[in-house]
């Protein structure tokens, strides 16, 4: 009896897409090299109405999606399927009309879609928000951890974790993305039990996932890794892969983000 092959592993990716209309062509152009079977989009940075659901749909996925006018906006994408929606906006502050959290169902798997506010500038209004947006934010994911589902935390975090994941950390002391506080925060959410599939199998390398239109930051390499995969006990058993389509980034009218992906193996 011939051996059974092998089925290829789930790809989950993350991608700041900056302007899902602006860069429709740069996104369906990657979705076909890449295909990844789950992708979540941050910064669609269009209304609700404006979310280009038939281009995605030829291009072979079901999708659902946060939007709102001129900022923000998230995205789930699951290639030949319907995403399952299970949570809209991120709980605990029904004021908050931020379009910044979304949860799906996709294969046997939690897909939490986030974009966390930048906080700039530091001290100041915008940084309290990203705070208490991060105690919800810890909340809600200790909720879903006490589930024991294979769960993937997902998107652009706009925290640093650590002094790797920065080109030049002491030019970024007092940024937000870097403050003591915001990577207290965002720790206080991993060591609940999470696991950095980035950092787990690339523990010792420089790699990053943003370079700002600024200062010639993508030609000299002067990179943040900003965008994370927390993935949740039993899902973090399956991790196999992970890396960052850094090509994208050095394309024509490119987002200031590029794409990062990781793959699981199957279920046992």
């Given at each position: ?187 206080t959410v ?43 006990p039993s ?34």
């Amino acid at each position: 009896m011939p051996a059974r092959k092998r089925r290829p592993d789930f790809k989950i990716a993350t991608f700041n897409v900056n302007g899902v209309n602006g860069r429709q062509h740069l996104l369906l152009e990657w979705l076909a090299e890449a295909r990844p079977d789950v992708v979540c989009l941050q910064e669609l940075k269009a209304p609700q109405e404006r979310f280009p659901l038939r281009a995605i749909n030829d291009a072979g996925y079901g999708a659902i999606w946060q939007g709102q006018k001129s900022w923000n906006g998230v995205a789930i994408l699951a290639r030949g399927a319907d995403p399952i929606e299970t949570q809209r906006g991120l709980p605990g502050d029904p004021e908050d009309q931020q379009s910044r959290y979304l949860e799906a169902a996709v294969n046997g798997i939690l897909i939490c879609c986030l974009y966390a506010p930048n906080g700039n500038p530091s001290p100041g209004p915008k940084f309290d928000y990203k705070l208490a947006w991060y105690r919800r934010l810890a909340e809600r994911s200790a909720a879903l951890l006490a589930t024991d589902a294979p769960i993937a935390l997902v998107g652009d975090y706009n925290v640093m974790p650590t002094d790797l994941d920065v080109y030049k950390p002491e030019r970024w002391l007092d940024d937000a993305l870097f403050t003591p506080e915001a990577r207290a925060a965002f720790h206080t959410v991993l060591n609940q039990g999470w696991t950095d599939a980035i950092r787990t199998l690339h523990p010792e390398e420089r790699i990053y996932t943003f370079w700002d239109y600024l200062r010639n930051a993508w030609g000299r390499d002067a990179g943040l890794r900003i965008d994370h995969f927390l993935l949740s006990p039993s899902l973090a058993t399956r991790l196999v892969a992970a890396g960052v389509d850094k090509n994208v980034r050095g394309r024509e009218h490119a987002s200031d983000h590029a794409p990062v992906w990781i793959e699981l193996k199957d279920a046992d």
